[in-house]
């Protein structure tokens, strides 16, 4: 079956740590994307990516990092320097470079800072 | 800048009651918006649709309607099942150069429905 996936389901993570969080596609879409959300609010954008080895800046960038080495994967790492990582972080993507699909999105990672 | 609004839940219902979850949203030009929703622990599933103004995007006995005159795009299902429990989203994206690579999300309404 197409679709995406992220892993880990949950990740904890000690202050000071960098992690990394896992998502992959085998839709064969061009675009990708992580938004971060917290409770009781809208989803917000990290990074996203229209082709291989390009990625852009979103609303929320500062503390994370990202990689597009395949056309498949989208790696988000949360560095130490992000202040309030704690959070359900979701991955997406859609078909072309143009962004005038719809995005489709994985089953998300929770990410717990202890 | 582009923004959606939401109604703020929870919303409560008996199941087969008739369901509304309001959304507006501040745009230029005419942006696509969508309805997405979110079961516990889960990802977001795109529920339903809508590219251009008075289009209706539907799916599972849900529906939505574009109205550019309002700029709404509520959405609807005429009787609820417990399986509709779940957190509802309304995104839109934006038309212009900074805005159409990404979606702009309300808050999210909460919907419980009781049996």
């Known amino acids: 079956d197409g679709g995406i996936t992220q892993s880990p389901k949950y990740l904890f993570r000690k202050e000071g740590q960098n992690v990394t969080l896992s998502c992959e596609q085998n839709?064969?879409?061009?675009?990708m994307y992580w938004y971060r959300q917290d409770p009781g609010q809208g989803l917000r954008l990290i990074y996203y990516s229209q082709i291989v080895n390009d990625f852009q800046k979103g609303d929320i960038a500062e503390g994370y990092s990202v990689s597009r080495e395949k056309k498949e994967s989208f790696p988000l790492t949360v560095t130490s320097a992000q202040k309030n990582p704690t959070a359900f972080y979701l991955c997406a993507s859609s078909p072309t470079q143009g962004f005038t699909d719809t995005q489709y999105f994985g089953p998300g990672t929770r990410l717990t800072v202890l | 800048g582009d923004s959606v609004t939401q109604m703020e839940g929870p919303v409560t219902l008996s199941e087969e009651a008739f369901l509304t979850i309001n959304c507006t949203y501040t745009a230029t030009g005419y942006p696509s918006l969508f309805w997405y929703v979110q079961y516990p622990g889960e990802g977001l599933q795109l529920l339903l649709k809508a590219t251009k103004a008075d289009d209706k995007g539907s799916n599972k006995g849900f529906e939505a309607t574009y109205r550019k005159e309002t700029t709404s795009f509520h959405l609807e299902k005429g009787s609820v099942q417990v399986s509709d429990s779940a957190v509802y989203f309304c995104a839109l994206r934006g038309v212009g150069i900074g805005s159409s690579y990404k979606l702009i999300f309300g808050s999210g309404t909460r919907l419980l429905v009781r049996p």
């Open positions: 839709l064969n879409h061009d675009a």
